[in-house]
């Protein structure tokens, strides 16, 4: 076998070039996941306005009839978010969402406010509001 100095170096360098190119691919693929995965942290779910309500309508009861103190408050939030299946992003970027759209807004207002006052109905003094 001879040694032939040009061919071993083409060799070398297919082989390089070979390596290169599956690296650039593996790097590129795990930039397309990454790009993905960040994409879908940036879309914030936002509740069904039906739920979005009666939340809403919780919350306003809860502020209204409780007495706390902001950490206790809080935690009413986490209990009627759970209740839902919501979770304090969703609830705030429904609120974003709704909040841009002033007409949008006053509709699920004026649901909202019809619904607290059904709950009110409801209620005998010194009851707990039950809902879902």
Known sequence: MQFNGDNSIHFRFNILIKK?????????????IIFALL?????????????????????????????????NFKSIQDTIFKRYGVTRVEYNATVDSYSKDPQKWENFFDKAIAYVQTLKKQIQPGQSVKTK
């Open 20 to 32: 290169t190119n599956i690296f650039c691919g593996l790097i590129f693929v795990q930039m397309i």
């Open 39 to 71: 994409l879908s942290g940036c879309t914030n779910k936002t509740v069904d306005e039906n739920k979005f309500v009666k939340i809403y309508a919780e919350m306003i009861i809860a502020q209204d009839t409780a007495d706390y103190a902001l950490n």
